[in-house]
C-alpha cells in the first residue's frame, strides 16, 4: 500500500513536472493579455490577431478589472502579462498614478478626445459605456419606467430597485460619484448627494453582489428597476432575449471610458503594441460595435458603418472625474457606513 | 523505567532533525516569511513602527460591529453543524437500515459543490425568485414571495449547509476508531446507554470534535461568498477586508486581517486548552471497532430511513438545482417555477470548448499534488508533534494554522509577494507566473486540514501500542507502517480528501496568480458567470461534481484498503 502511494505521489509529481515544462515561454512571439471583456469577445479578437499574424501566440486570463489590478500590483517586481485590455479610465489612472503603467502613443494619439487617454500616453480610451436607467419591460411599461435620475427615488419605486454593489463595480462608483457630484458642484460639498442616495437607499430592494445577479434579479421581477451600463442592457436585450428596456438619464449621463494598456515591465511589448494597434483599427472597432456592443471611442469613424442605436443622441453629464477619484473613497466610505441599508 | 526514557532510548535523534528540518522549512517558508510582512504593513505608518493602525481599525463602530457579527455567525454555525453532522454520524455510523450506505455516501455532498456554483444553486433553489419560494407563492397563490433569502437566516443556512460535513466527516472517523470493548465493559458494570454515552463514547471522540468544531469556526470566519451573495446587511470581518481593499486602503485591510486571524488563532488556543482539561486516557484498540447495530424494531427501521430520507432529499436539492440550471436554456427561466425550456447547449459548449478539459485537468492535477504533498507532510508535522513535548509545540500548530485562519486572497497576495522576485532568504525561488504557484497556494490554505485530522485521529491512539511494537523489536519505519498507519489512515484519508475537493473548487487565491498553463476551473466558471453564461457555469459545476464524486469513490476504497 505504502509503495502504491509512493508511486502515485511520483507519478502526479512527474506529470506535474513535465506539464510546467510545456508552459514554459520559449516562444518569442508570445503575448498575454489580462482582460475583463470575457472569453467570446477575446477568442473571437485572437482568432482574427493570427490570421494576419500566424507566427503569434496570444493568450489571455479573463477576470474582473478590479482583479487585474490587484494582480498586476502583486505583480509589480516581476510582470507576467504585457497588454491590460479593459477597465475604467478611473482604475487604469489609479494603475498609471502608481506606476504599473508603459507609456505609449498608438498611431490614433490625436483621433479621440484629450479627455479619454491619459495626458502622459499611459492609457488609452477604447471604447465608452453611457450609463442607464433599465427596468423590465414586462412588468413595467416605456410610459411609467423613470426616465431621469430623480424619478428613480420616487417613493412609488419603494423596494423596487436593485443596485449593484458599488464598492467593486467601476459602473457604479461612477454613478454615485455623479450622483454627488451633481450637486457638489454648486454647494462645495457632499451633503445633498448623500441625501438623494439616502432617497434612493430608501428604494433599493437589494445591493447585488455582481451584474450578473443583478440582471438575473431584474429578469426575475425581485426588482424593476435598476442603473446599469448601456451596452450591457442592450446586449441582455438583444442577444440573451432579456426582457429590458432603457433610458438615458435626459438630464445627462456619465460617460465612463474604458481603455487599453501597456504594462510596465512587460516582457513581450512589441507584440503587445501590435496587438494594441490590431483591437484599435476602425475595422476591429466597428466589428465589436457590431458583434459586442462596444461604442467605439475613436471619433475619426464612419459612423454610418455603426448601428444605428450608437448614433442616436443622448446628453452627456460633465463631470470632474480627477476629483471623484480623489473624494470617490471617502464618499463611498461614508455611504457604506453611514447610508447603506440604514432607509 | 518511565516511558519518557523508553522514547530516548527507541527514537533515534537523526530522524527527530530531519523531521524537524522538513517541519520548519515547510513553516519559514510557506507561513512565516510570506506572512511577516502583512505583520509588519500592519504595525507600521510612514515607515514608524506605531499602534496607530489598531487604534483607528478598533475605533470604528463598523469593525466592531463587523467583529461581533464574524464571531457570532462562526459561534451559530458551529452549534447548527455539530447538531446536523454528529446525530448523522452517529445514525450512519452505529445503524444499518436501507439504503444507509447510498445515504451515507450522500451525506458528504455539500463538499462537493464549489462555492462559486454553490451561491449560484442557492439562490436559484431558496432565493425568493427560486424554486421554492416560487412553487408555494403559486400553491398559495401569495401576492409576495414568502421569504428572501438574506441576512442572519441565509448566512447560516448556507454556512451549515456547506460545513456540516468537517462534523460529519470527523466524528464519523473518530466513531470507526472508537474502542467498542469499552463501552461494552461500561455497559456490563451497569453503566446506563447515557452514561456510556457522556463518559466513555463522548471523552473518545473528543479530539474530533474539537477538531470539527476548529476547522468549522476558523471556516466560518474566513468565509467569504456566502456574506458577500446573502449576507444582506450583515456586515463581516471579511467583507469589512475586501471593502477596504476595493476602496484602496490597503493598510486598513491588512490590519483588519490581523485582527482576524488573531479571533481564529485566539480560538486555536481556546479550543486547545479545552482539549488538555478533557484527556483521557486512550485504551488500547484491540482492531475489534463495534458493530453496528441492525435496527431491528420496524418503527425504529421505518423512523431511520424516514429522516435519512427526508435529510438526503434536503442535501440533494441545491445539487438537483444545478443540473436543472445546467439543462436550462438561457433568458428563458424567469418568473417559472421550473424552467420551460431544455437544452443540451451548454454541454456542447463545454464540450466543444479545448480549454474545458483543459481547466478539468488543471484543477485536478493541482490539487492532488497539493494534496498529496499535504497528506506526507502532515505526516512528518504529527509525528513531530507527538514526540516533542517542547515548549515550541504550541507554536507549531499555531503557525500550521494561519493559512487556514487568513482570507484565501492574503494568502495568494502573500505569497506572491514573497515569492514575486528572487528575495532575501536562503535559497529563495520565484513562484510567481509558474505553474507550481498554485499547487503551492493550494497545499498552504488547505493543509491545515489534512494536519488537523491527522492530529486527531493520532491523539485518539495509544501511545503504548508504539512501545509495545518496539519493545517487540519492530523499526520505526515497521512501527510506522504497521502500527500507526493502519489505525491513523481513515482520518488521514478523510483530511487528505476534505483538502482535495475543497482545493478543485478554490477561486479567491487562484483568481490573482493563476497563469494560462495552469488555469483552473474556478476560474472558468467565473467567466462563464460574469458573461451571464449561467447554465454554462452551471454545467462546469455539474462535471465538477461528477469528477469529485468519483474520487471520493476512489478515496473509499483507499481508506478501507488498510482496515
Redesign the interface.
Same mark, same amino acid.
Given at each position: 500500500?505504502?509503495l502504491k502511494l509512493f508511486w502515485?505521489?511520483c507519478a502526479?509529481?512527474a506529470?506535474?513536472l513535465l $506539464?510546467?515544462c510545456?508552459?514554459g515561454s520559449g516562444n518569442k512571439n508570445r503575448l498575454?493579455i489580462y482582460t475583463?471583456h470575457? %472569453?467570446?469577445l477575446l477568442k473571437d479578437f485572437i482568432a482574427r490577431y493570427k490570421q494576419q499574424y500566424p507566427d503569434a501566440d496570444v %493568450?489571455? $486570463?479573463?477576470?474582473?478589472s478590479? +482583479?487585474v489590478l +490587484?494582480?498586476v500590483r502583486?505583480?509589480?517586481?516581476?510582470p %507576467?502579462a504585457d497588454l491590460w485590455w479593459g477597465a475604467s479610465h478611473t482604475t487604469f489612472q /489609479?494603475a498609471a498614478e502608481e506606476n504599473l503603467l508603459l507609456e505609449f502613443r498608438p498611431s490614433w494619439t490625436d483621433k479621440i478626445p484629450a479627455s479619454s487617454r491619459d495626458a502622459n500616453d499611459r492609457w488609452y480610451g477604447t471604447y465608452e459605456t453611457p450609463q442607464v436607467i433599465a427596468y423590465n419591460s414586462e412588468e413595467v411599461s416605456e410610459a411609467e419606467a423613470p426616465r431621469d435620475w430623480d424619478d428613480v427615488i420616487d417613493p412609488k419605486w419603494r423596494d423596487k430597485v436593485l443596485i449593484r454593489n458599488p464598492?467593486?463595480s467601476d459602473t457604479m462608483r461612477a454613478i454615485f460619484g455623479a450622483m454627488i457630484w451633481r450637486f457638489y458642484k454648486d454647494t462645495g460639498s457632499p451633503d445633498k448627494g448623500y441625501d438623494w442616495l439616502r432617497k434612493l437607499d430608501a428604494n433599493v430592494r +437589494?445591493y447585488t453582489?455582481?451584474? /450578473? $445577479?443583478l440582471?438575473?434579479?431584474l429578469?426575475?421581477? +425581485?426588482g424593476l428597476i435598476t442603473l446599469w451600463d448601456m451596452p450591457d442592457v442592450r446586449l441582455?436585450k438583444e442577444q440573451?432575449?432579456?426582457?429590458v428596456g432603457y433610458f438615458v438619464p435626459a438630464s445627462g449621463t456619465p460617460v465612463i471610458i474604458d481603455g487599453i494598456a501597456i504594462i510596465r515591465g512587460a516582457p513581450n511589448q512589441e507584440e503587445a503594441k501590435r496587438f494594441y494597434e490590431f483591437v484599435t483599427t476602425p475595422e476591429s472597432l466597428v466589428y465589436a460595435a457590431h458583434k459586442y456592443y462596444r461604442i467605439p471611442v475613436r471619433t475619426d469613424l464612419d459612423r454610418s458603418q455603426l448601428p444605428a442605436w450608437m448614433n442616436e443622441p443622448f446628453t452627456r453629464l460633465p463631470l470632474d472625474w480627477d476629483l471623484l477619484r480623489k473624494n470617490g473613497?471617502e464618499w $463611498?466610505?461614508y455611504w457604506? /457606513?453611514e447610508i447603506?441599508?440604514r432607509n | 523505567m518511565n516511558t519518557d526514557s523508553l522514547r530516548q532510548i527507541r527514537f533515534y535523534p537523526w530522524r527527530s532533525v530531519v523531521l524537524f528540518f522538513i517541519t520548519a522549512v515547510v513553516l519559514v517558508y510557506g507561513v512565516i516569511y510570506p506572512n511577516l510582512s502583512v505583520l509588519i504593513t500592519s504595525f507600521q505608518r510612514a515607515g514608524a513602527w506605531t499602534l496607530v493602525n489598531y487604534r483607528e481599525v478598533l475605533s470604528q463602530w463598523v469593525v466592531i460591529e463587523a467583529i461581533v457579527s464574524s464571531l457570532g455567525l462562526s459561534v451559530g454555525t458551529v452549534l447548527l453543524c455539530a447538531i446536523v453532522g454528529v446525530p448523522l454520524a452517529f445514525l450512519f455510523e452505529r445503524f444499518t437500515f436501507p439504503g444507509r450506505r447510498l445515504f451515507a455516501a450522500l451525506a458528504t455532498l455539500p463538499l462537493v459543490l464549489p462555492p462559486l456554483v454553490g451561491t449560484v444553486a442557492f439562490i436559484f433553489l431558496f432565493g425568493e425568485s427560486g424554486i421554492l419560494a416560487h412553487g408555494i407563492q403559486n400553491f398559495l397563490a401569495l401576492e409576495n414571495p414568502p421569504w428572501r433569502l438574506r441576512g442572519w437566516p441565509a448566512l447560516l443556512l448556507f454556512h451549515t449547509y456547506t460545513m456540516y460535513p468537517f462534523f460529519y466527516v470527523l466524528t464519523g472517523a473518530g466513531l470507526r476508531r472508537i474502542d467498542a470493548s469499552l463501552a461494552e465493559a461500561a455497559r456490563s458494570l451497569g453503566a446506563s446507554k447515557t452514561v456510556v454515552l457522556r463518559r466513555v463514547v463522548l471523552p473518545q471522540l473528543t479530539p474530533s470534535l474539537l477538531a470539527a468544531a476548529l476547522l468549522t469556526f476558523m471556516t466560518s470566519m474566513a468565509s467569504f461568498s456566502a456574506p458577500l451573495f446573502f449576507g444582506g446587511d450583515v456586515r463581516v470581518l471579511t467583507l469589512e477586508i475586501f471593502t477596504a481593499r476595493q476602496r484602496g486602503d490597503a493598510v486598513m485591510a491588512v490590519t483588519e486581517t490581523v485582527v482576524l486571524a488573531i479571533i481564529s488563532l485566539g480560538a486555536l488556543v481556546f479550543f486547545q486548552r479545552y482539549e488538555g482539561t478533557r484527556k483521557f486516557a486512550a485504551a488500547a484498540m484491540k482492531g475489534a471497532p463495534r458493530r453496528r447495530a441492525i435496527i431491528a424494531s420496524g418503527k425504529a427501521r421505518v423512523l431511520a430511513t424516514v429522516v435519512a430520507v427526508i435529510f438526503a432529499i434536503v442535501l440533494v436539492l441545491p445539487v438537483a438545482t444545478l443540473f436543472l440550471v445546467s439543462f436550462a436554456r438561457e433568458g428563458s427561466w424567469t418568473t417559472q417555477t421550473l424552467p420551460s425550456d431544455y437544452t443540451l447547449a451548454n454541454y456542447q459548449r463545454l464540450f466543444a470548448d479545448p480549454f474545458a478539459s483543459e481547466v478539468f485537468f488543471n484543477s485536478f492535477t493541482m490539487s492532488a499534488i497539493a494534496a498529496v504533498a499535504a497528506l506526507l507532510w502532515s505526516f512528518c508535522v504529527v509525528t513531530f508533534l507527538r514526540r516533542r513535548r517542547f515548549v515550541g509545540r504550541r507554536l507549531v500548530s499555531l503557525l500550521v494554522l494561519i493559512p487556514w485562519a487568513l482570507p484565501g486572497t492574503v494568502v495568494a497576495v502573500s505569497v506572491a509577494d514573497a515569492y514575486g522576485s528572487p528575495g532575501s532568504l536562503l535559497g529563495s525561488f520565484v513562484l510567481v507566473g509558474t505553474f507550481w504557484i498554485l499547487p503551492v497556494v493550494y497545499f498552504l490554505r488547505f493543509m491545515p486540514l489534512v494536519v488537523r485530522a491527522l492530529q486527531a485521529s493520532m491523539e485518539q491512539l495509544d501511545p503504548t501500542l508504539e512501545e509495545a511494537a518496539g519493545s517487540l523489536g519492530a523499526r520505526a519505519w515497521q512501527r510506522f507502517t504497521r502500527v500507526t498507519l493502519p489505525l491513523v489512515w481513515p482520518g488521514a484519508v478523510a483530511g487528505t480528501l476534505l483538502a482535495f475537493v475543497i482545493a478543485l473548487g478554490e477561486y479567491v487565491a487562484s483568481v490573482l496568480v493563476f497563469v494560462p498553463g495552469n488555469r483552473p476551473i474556478s476560474i472558468a466558471i467565473a467567466s462563464e458567470l460574469r458573461d451571464f453564461n449561467l447554465g454554462a457555469a452551471a454545467a462546469y459545476g455539474v462535471v465538477l461534481i461528477v469528477i469529485i464524486s468519483i474520487s471520493m469513490m476512489v478515496a473509499g476504497k483507499l481508506e478501507r484498503l488498510r482496515s
Amino acid at each position: 500500500m505504502r509503495l502504491k502511494l509512493f508511486w502515485l505521489a511520483c507519478a502526479i509529481l512527474a506529470i506535474a513536472l513535465l $506539464l510546467s515544462c510545456n508552459s514554459g515561454s520559449g516562444n518569442k512571439n508570445r503575448l498575454l493579455i489580462y482582460t475583463p471583456h470575457g %472569453q467570446d469577445l477575446l477568442k473571437d479578437f485572437i482568432a482574427r490577431y493570427k490570421q494576419q499574424y500566424p507566427d503569434a501566440d496570444v %493568450q489571455f $486570463l479573463d477576470m474582473g478589472s478590479r +482583479e487585474v489590478l +490587484e494582480r498586476v500590483r502583486v505583480e509589480r517586481n516581476r510582470p %507576467q502579462a504585457d497588454l491590460w485590455w479593459g477597465a475604467s479610465h478611473t482604475t487604469f489612472q /489609479t494603475a498609471a498614478e502608481e506606476n504599473l503603467l508603459l507609456e505609449f502613443r498608438p498611431s490614433w494619439t490625436d483621433k479621440i478626445p484629450a479627455s479619454s487617454r491619459d495626458a502622459n500616453d499611459r492609457w488609452y480610451g477604447t471604447y465608452e459605456t453611457p450609463q442607464v436607467i433599465a427596468y423590465n419591460s414586462e412588468e413595467v411599461s416605456e410610459a411609467e419606467a423613470p426616465r431621469d435620475w430623480d424619478d428613480v427615488i420616487d417613493p412609488k419605486w419603494r423596494d423596487k430597485v436593485l443596485i449593484r454593489n458599488p464598492n467593486p463595480s467601476d459602473t457604479m462608483r461612477a454613478i454615485f460619484g455623479a450622483m454627488i457630484w451633481r450637486f457638489y458642484k454648486d454647494t462645495g460639498s457632499p451633503d445633498k448627494g448623500y441625501d438623494w442616495l439616502r432617497k434612493l437607499d430608501a428604494n433599493v430592494r +437589494e445591493y447585488t453582489a455582481d451584474g /450578473t $445577479l443583478l440582471m438575473q434579479k431584474l429578469g426575475r421581477r +425581485e426588482g424593476l428597476i435598476t442603473l446599469w451600463d448601456m451596452p450591457d442592457v442592450r446586449l441582455f436585450k438583444e442577444q440573451k432575449n432579456f426582457p429590458v428596456g432603457y433610458f438615458v438619464p435626459a438630464s445627462g449621463t456619465p460617460v465612463i471610458i474604458d481603455g487599453i494598456a501597456i504594462i510596465r515591465g512587460a516582457p513581450n511589448q512589441e507584440e503587445a503594441k501590435r496587438f494594441y494597434e490590431f483591437v484599435t483599427t476602425p475595422e476591429s472597432l466597428v466589428y465589436a460595435a457590431h458583434k459586442y456592443y462596444r461604442i467605439p471611442v475613436r471619433t475619426d469613424l464612419d459612423r454610418s458603418q455603426l448601428p444605428a442605436w450608437m448614433n442616436e443622441p443622448f446628453t452627456r453629464l460633465p463631470l470632474d472625474w480627477d476629483l471623484l477619484r480623489k473624494n470617490g473613497s471617502e464618499w $463611498l466610505r461614508y455611504w457604506d /457606513t453611514e447610508i447603506r441599508g440604514r432607509n | 523505567m518511565n516511558t519518557d526514557s523508553l522514547r530516548q532510548i527507541r527514537f533515534y535523534p537523526w530522524r527527530s532533525v530531519v523531521l524537524f528540518f522538513i517541519t520548519a522549512v515547510v513553516l519559514v517558508y510557506g507561513v512565516i516569511y510570506p506572512n511577516l510582512s502583512v505583520l509588519i504593513t500592519s504595525f507600521q505608518r510612514a515607515g514608524a513602527w506605531t499602534l496607530v493602525n489598531y487604534r483607528e481599525v478598533l475605533s470604528q463602530w463598523v469593525v466592531i460591529e463587523a467583529i461581533v457579527s464574524s464571531l457570532g455567525l462562526s459561534v451559530g454555525t458551529v452549534l447548527l453543524c455539530a447538531i446536523v453532522g454528529v446525530p448523522l454520524a452517529f445514525l450512519f455510523e452505529r445503524f444499518t437500515f436501507p439504503g444507509r450506505r447510498l445515504f451515507a455516501a450522500l451525506a458528504t455532498l455539500p463538499l462537493v459543490l464549489p462555492p462559486l456554483v454553490g451561491t449560484v444553486a442557492f439562490i436559484f433553489l431558496f432565493g425568493e425568485s427560486g424554486i421554492l419560494a416560487h412553487g408555494i407563492q403559486n400553491f398559495l397563490a401569495l401576492e409576495n414571495p414568502p421569504w428572501r433569502l438574506r441576512g442572519w437566516p441565509a448566512l447560516l443556512l448556507f454556512h451549515t449547509y456547506t460545513m456540516y460535513p468537517f462534523f460529519y466527516v470527523l466524528t464519523g472517523a473518530g466513531l470507526r476508531r472508537i474502542d467498542a470493548s469499552l463501552a461494552e465493559a461500561a455497559r456490563s458494570l451497569g453503566a446506563s446507554k447515557t452514561v456510556v454515552l457522556r463518559r466513555v463514547v463522548l471523552p473518545q471522540l473528543t479530539p474530533s470534535l474539537l477538531a470539527a468544531a476548529l476547522l468549522t469556526f476558523m471556516t466560518s470566519m474566513a468565509s467569504f461568498s456566502a456574506p458577500l451573495f446573502f449576507g444582506g446587511d450583515v456586515r463581516v470581518l471579511t467583507l469589512e477586508i475586501f471593502t477596504a481593499r476595493q476602496r484602496g486602503d490597503a493598510v486598513m485591510a491588512v490590519t483588519e486581517t490581523v485582527v482576524l486571524a488573531i479571533i481564529s488563532l485566539g480560538a486555536l488556543v481556546f479550543f486547545q486548552r479545552y482539549e488538555g482539561t478533557r484527556k483521557f486516557a486512550a485504551a488500547a484498540m484491540k482492531g475489534a471497532p463495534r458493530r453496528r447495530a441492525i435496527i431491528a424494531s420496524g418503527k425504529a427501521r421505518v423512523l431511520a430511513t424516514v429522516v435519512a430520507v427526508i435529510f438526503a432529499i434536503v442535501l440533494v436539492l441545491p445539487v438537483a438545482t444545478l443540473f436543472l440550471v445546467s439543462f436550462a436554456r438561457e433568458g428563458s427561466w424567469t418568473t417559472q417555477t421550473l424552467p420551460s425550456d431544455y437544452t443540451l447547449a451548454n454541454y456542447q459548449r463545454l464540450f466543444a470548448d479545448p480549454f474545458a478539459s483543459e481547466v478539468f485537468f488543471n484543477s485536478f492535477t493541482m490539487s492532488a499534488i497539493a494534496a498529496v504533498a499535504a497528506l506526507l507532510w502532515s505526516f512528518c508535522v504529527v509525528t513531530f508533534l507527538r514526540r516533542r513535548r517542547f515548549v515550541g509545540r504550541r507554536l507549531v500548530s499555531l503557525l500550521v494554522l494561519i493559512p487556514w485562519a487568513l482570507p484565501g486572497t492574503v494568502v495568494a497576495v502573500s505569497v506572491a509577494d514573497a515569492y514575486g522576485s528572487p528575495g532575501s532568504l536562503l535559497g529563495s525561488f520565484v513562484l510567481v507566473g509558474t505553474f507550481w504557484i498554485l499547487p503551492v497556494v493550494y497545499f498552504l490554505r488547505f493543509m491545515p486540514l489534512v494536519v488537523r485530522a491527522l492530529q486527531a485521529s493520532m491523539e485518539q491512539l495509544d501511545p503504548t501500542l508504539e512501545e509495545a511494537a518496539g519493545s517487540l523489536g519492530a523499526r520505526a519505519w515497521q512501527r510506522f507502517t504497521r502500527v500507526t498507519l493502519p489505525l491513523v489512515w481513515p482520518g488521514a484519508v478523510a483530511g487528505t480528501l476534505l483538502a482535495f475537493v475543497i482545493a478543485l473548487g478554490e477561486y479567491v487565491a487562484s483568481v490573482l496568480v493563476f497563469v494560462p498553463g495552469n488555469r483552473p476551473i474556478s476560474i472558468a466558471i467565473a467567466s462563464e458567470l460574469r458573461d451571464f453564461n449561467l447554465g454554462a457555469a452551471a454545467a462546469y459545476g455539474v462535471v465538477l461534481i461528477v469528477i469529485i464524486s468519483i474520487s471520493m469513490m476512489v478515496a473509499g476504497k483507499l481508506e478501507r484498503l488498510r482496515s
